[in-house]
């Protein structure tokens, strides 16, 4: 069964010895079901429509008003059009198959029409109609105020032989617009794998530019679901550790642009970890040995017994020589070594957090006040001080945006 979804305009329903564009839908596609979206206006003359609607031979639809009445002063308004029809367009989307009027109402109504159209998921069609002249309606006067029973006599497409005047809209650049823009809107709020998704399924530029979006789109996924080292780090001429070491940050760095605190908490002890272990094993080598991957302290360093003492100086629970380490031992050693250094005090930051990570990682507790942004500054100022990278990094993905978007162009 097809329903017919349409505005009351001010040629509906005759104009100029001719169907108006309700009507014209009315007789060509012959919809069981027609929804009447009236404006205060159009309102007036429901009986009318109604009338010329039921003068189609062999036809008699059922002709449903909507009770949403648009008032004149939201007519030209786009945005309350749009909100207006999304809503009513909701009610009727298990309709088997739904037409939409483009031609009946303002400039603004029809706009919004053809904008549901092209990004609902329903069984949508949509049609124009096409003037009898083919041409603007401009000067041609109104027949709402002539006796309709006289106009329906007079009506030339009033006869079983009549020129269709519709025109479907398919919409395929407005879509190729729409997706493109949803593209963009992802890539801007750093959700690379919505907007992979989108792109793959979609031609929205040229085929190069587009290889070139997917491929950088598909690496940056990669990297989120499976840590794999981005290219741009992997081109670097650094150590495996210190690529290892960028990486995780990016990946900080980037859940903190999409506001996914916890990922932020629990991964960003680990980073401080890695970054301490990695600093400590530059500058001070052979104080941490590595057993079945996991640290300990070196028993066969000068340091083990001095660090032993140190690390239980006013303790109640003694560190024992089988504990491994971990952040607030790895903050212990550089702080025997180097007293409340920078690294120390950056790693103290990091450790401040740590209840809080424990709470979500193990307890999946609420988290309260937390700022990502600051421990994502702390990260990155311990990978600047672990090895010698460029300020430019902190910015990464913003510029990996402007990229990305440029292709988009």
Known sequence: ?????????????????????????????????????????????????????????????????????????????????????????????????????????????????????????????????????????????????????????????????????????????????????????????????????????????????????????????????????????AALEISESEKVFLNGYLLISLQARRELTSEVLIRAKNLAEFAAEMYIKQKYPNIIKTVDDKPYLNDQNDSYEELLNYFNEGEKNKFKSDNFLSLPSYIKIINYFEKESQYFVLLKEVLKVNYLRNRVAHGFKKINKFQPAHIVEVCFKLLQMTFNIGPEWSMFFEKKNDYLLDLLK
């Open 1 to 233: 069964m097809t329903t017919l979804i349409s505005f009351v305009g001010d040629s509906d329903p005759i104009r100029n010895r001719h169907d108006g564009p309700l009507l014209h839908l009315a007789r060509c596609l012959k919809p069981a079901k027609i929804i009447l979206l009236n404006t205060e206006r159009s309102l007036k003359k429901q009986d009318r429509v109604i009338m010329a609607l039921n003068s189609i031979k062999n036809y008699k639809p059922k002709v449903i008003s909507e009770q949403t009445v648009i008032s004149n002063e939201k007519i030209f308004i786009f945005d309350q059009m749009f909100e207006v029809l999304n809503d009513i367009m909701k009610k009727y989307q298990n309709e088997e198959k739904i037409v939409l009027n483009l031609t009946s109402g303002t400039p603004q109504m029809i706009s919004a029409m053809f904008s549901i159209n092209r990004i609902s998921g329903l069984n949508v069609r949509a049609f124009q109609v096409a003037s009898p002249m083919h041409s603007s309606n401009e000067g041609i006067e109104h027949d709402n105020d002539k006796n309709l029973q006289n106009l329906i006599t007079d009506n030339f497409d009033n006869h079983e032989s009549f020129d269709s005047r519709l025109v479907e809209d398919k919409g395929e650049k407005f879509q190729k617009l729409l997706i493109k823009k949803t593209v963009s809107d992802f890539i801007s709020n750093f959700d690379y794998f919505a907007a992979y998704q989108l792109s793959i399924s979609n031609k929205i530029t040229s085929i190069s530019k587009q290889k070139k979006l997917n491929r950088n789109l598909n690496e940056i996924v990669r990297t989120v679901k499976y840590q794999e080292i981005l290219p741009d780090v």
